[in-house]
């Protein structure tokens, strides 16, 4: 049973290819995104946005709307009273379900021309936002081992899932930048278990066939359901916060969690890590 990290998880840092603008999104762009299991966008948002959406990200951390029940803070720390707004923004490690809280985060993800390509990735069918979440990883904040957001969701296993994150710091190698394994959006799904997160057996890491993606402020990192990805800790000392949207076709059937297990649940089926 894997509990330790191993060092090599993450070792490949070979840059994914980016897309300058989501403008420059074509059909070319379009099988790409089928074919390798993810689309990188260099320049999604302007400045304006992401200033805009970073100031939301604080106004919900920080109390401002009473209502918003959705800060997670880092394990073993939490909220205090004796801490400055800038010291609990560092504790904070997600924000969940924020949409209907704040109207600045809530107009980005439904951006129209962002929209627009997710419906191309899905060929056609009308996304519907179903998740929503900020992920915050401040000076030493613990990775995201390998996984396949599908392995999460009650939806039938062939369904497109389209994962939207977006950069609201400079995210890099140091910090805990996305990594995405090309073209594992064909394995099928893979057996997850509950180690250090809900993940992929570390003995199934990529070993050096992984790509990072590095983005500025305002970038986005676009992905299939069945695409393995991960980040590392952040190792500097710089803010790496980030916007992640799951959008799913609107003409889609659920599932039940007893029916996804039986294609990710290692530990249900039997399986070894």
Known sequence: MTTALPVDLYSNDQEAPTVPTL???????????????????????????????LAAVNRLIDGENAEFRGVSFEPGTGPSDDLSPAQRRLRVRKLMSFVDYDECLQALSADVALLDIISRLMHGERPELFQDMALLKGPGGREKPWHQDMAYFNVPIDTTVVGVWIALDEATTANGALHVLPRSNHHGPREHFKRRDWQICDSEAPNGNDVVVPLPPGGALLWHGLTHHGSPQNDSTAQRRALQFHYRPDSVQLTTTEQRMQHYGGEIRGAEC
């Open 23 to 53: 403008a420059a999104v074509g059909d070319a762009e379009v099988s790409w995104f089928h074919e390798q299991g993810y689309l990188a966008i260099r320049k999604a948002f302007d400045t304006h946005v992401i200033r805009e959406s």
